[in-house]
């Protein structure tokens, strides 16, 4: 493994992370001054460069800043951390503008310091298998089965002049391996012209197709060429086929059969030398069926099918794809590229992405523009990610066995307004809530039962419900639960709105009103929790 670079003007600091991370089998290599990294990054090779980057913010010949810039102008995959004192918080902010992966406050705790480099460490090798996939990765991108049989299906077809059939799910790249069908064929290198038939109006859409003559109809001022006239040589791509017009199915059946066209309003027949390659989200049979679709044009464009799987059946793909529209966003921005944790891509996997890959790309892009940090953690992924999989709330329970919200809106009924649920029934609330010297009156909902399964009476509940807190946040620090904050601060504004909207019979303005928040903020706050 190629060394740790530490770069700090103070000797003992540089001496105390030496020991540390020799002592966790991570080689060294230390630097007083910016000025000799520099000179050492220009002439070491590639094996004798840093895995990582850790460097002062303030030393004498140069900042930890500069140094950041000029080396992630070189190395832009490497992870820089920048050591500062907590007085220098605005510098942290620049820090992380300029592209570093983490800060590291002195006086620093060193185990702390330690396993942040060896975060570091394992981004960095992820990084390195990324970048070597990335770059001899094709125009498309899946590992998955699924996906390998699409690869080898194009393959097959790459001498052919067939026409192709792409059925598959609303964003799943159905554009794409027409693209590639195209790339990989005899006619290569002639045009790729695609149209969606679904989004050009009807009336327009045969001019659209085959062209006009001029005078054809009002406004046809000059001839015009058609998309099947623009695509001669080469490939026309028609897609959401089953979305065309009946009248004009007849029209294209009529080229798919005998190669000949007319322009609109045209008396000369144009002989046509075009691949067409047609695809649909619709099941095209039951079109058929349903008389929407001609079934001797369904037939004339299912010679060869490929049906694209959804991002769903192929979550082995989510974490190469994700990498892959993250560096394809920050190019397109023009910004250093993020990095994704572990547990933010295994959140990612297990989300069912309704709008397949097309959906995991604006989320990569509003990643990119939106997440705080360099690297993307879980608690970074928009909402609709983020507070659950599958469009529901948060699924499972936690190490610790609490329920999830879901879980406690469903308990609504059998529990005191107000007071998020435990485990076993007992009540909570956050401590921010209401001041520890003055704790607000709890009131019984006039729709909960009057017995409730392991509830103290309404005073004593009054009286403890601080202590049920504190002791459900020592359970869930015990099991070294990551999320603490946000477990108890979803279940506790839960509880208090699914109250507030009991009392007001669902009315959410008065709920808000009664809260003390405004409108916009309970409409967010319900689309957040899951309380739809």
């Not at 000059?222 to 004009?248: H, K, S």
């Not at 309704?354 to 360099?374: K, S």
């Amino acid at each position: 493994m190629k060394p740790i670079w530490i770069v700090d003007d103070d000797q003992s600091i540089r001496f105390v992370l030496e020991k540390a991370l020799l002592r966790e089998q991570l080689p060294t290599r230390s630097f007083s001054n910016t000025r000799d990294v520099l000179t050492a990054l220009m002439t070491a090779a590639d094996e004798d460069g840093p895995q990582v980057l850790v460097s002062d913010i303030r030393m004498p010949g140069g900042s930890g800043l500069e140094l950041l810039e000029k080396v992630k102008a070189k190395m832009p995959g490497l992870p820089v951390i920048i050591m500062t004192a907590f007085s220098d918080l605005d510098s942290a902010v620049s820090a992380f503008q300029g592209g570093a992966f983490e800060y590291l406050p002195k006086p620093f705790d060193l185990p702390k310091a330690v396993e942040l480099i060896r975060r570091a460490v394992d981004e960095s090798q992820r990084e390195e298998v990324t970048e070597e996939n990335l770059a001899v990765a094709p125009e498309m991108l899946g590992q998955a089965p699924a996906m390998q049989d699409v690869f080898r299906a194009i393959g097959r077809l790459s001498q052919s002049n067939v026409t192709v059939l792409i059925t598959g799910e609303s964003g799943s790249g159905k554009e794409l391996v027409a693209r590639a069908l195209h790339k990989h064929s005899p006619r290569a290198g002639g045009p790729f012209v695609a149209i969606n038939t679904a989004a050009i109006p009807k009336d327009l859409l045969e001019s659209e197709l085959f062209g006009h003559e001029r005078g054809a109809f009002t406004g046809a001022q000059t001839m015009r060429r058609g998309r099947f006239e623009q695509a001669e040589g080469g490939t026309l791509f028609l897609d959401e086929i089953g979305d065309m017009p009946f009248e004009l199915q007849t029209r294209l059946l009529r080229v798919l059969s005998d190669g000949n066209y007319y322009r609109v309003g045209g008396h000369s027949a144009i002989k046509s030398n075009v691949r067409v390659i047609a695809a649909t989200h619709q099941n095209l049979e039951q079109r058929v069926k349903d008389g929407g679709f001609r079934e001797d044009l369904f037939h004339r464009l299912n010679v060869i099918r490929l049906r694209l799987p959804a991002l769903r059946e192929r979550k082995e793909d989510v974490s190469m794809l994700t990498r892959h529209f993250l560096q394809q966003s920050a190019q397109q921005l023009g910004v250093e590229p993020k990095r994704i944790s572990d547990a933010a891509l295994a959140w990612l996997e297990g989300f069912s992405f309704p709008g397949n890959v097309r959906q995991l790309e604006n989320i990569c892009h509003w990643l990119t523009v939106m997440a705080p940090a360099q690297v993307i953690e879980r608690k970074d992924l928009p909402p609709e990610v983020s507070f659950g999989r599958d469009g529901s709330a948060e699924a499972g329970a936690t190490a610790s066995g609490q329920s999830s919200v879901a879980s406690t809106a469903s308990l609504a009924s059998s529990m005191p307004a107000g007071l998020p649920a435990g485990p076993g029934g007992d009540y909570l609330a956050t401590s921010e809530a209401t001041p520890a010297s003055a704790p607000a009156p709890l009131h019984v909902s006039a729709h909960a039962p009057a017995s409730v399964p392991g509830a103290a009476s309404q005073a004593n509940v009054a009286g403890d419900w601080e202590s049920l807190l504190e002791q459900e946040a020592h359970a869930l620090l015990d099991a070294n639960n990551p999320e603490v904050w946000d477990i108890l601060t979803r279940r506790f504004e839960s509880r208090l709105i699914h109250a507030a909207l009991a009392a007001t019979k669902g009315r959410r303005i008065e709920a808000a009103q009664k809260l003390g928040i405004g409108r916009n903020t309970i409409t967010r706050k319900i689309q957040e929790l899951g309380l739809e």
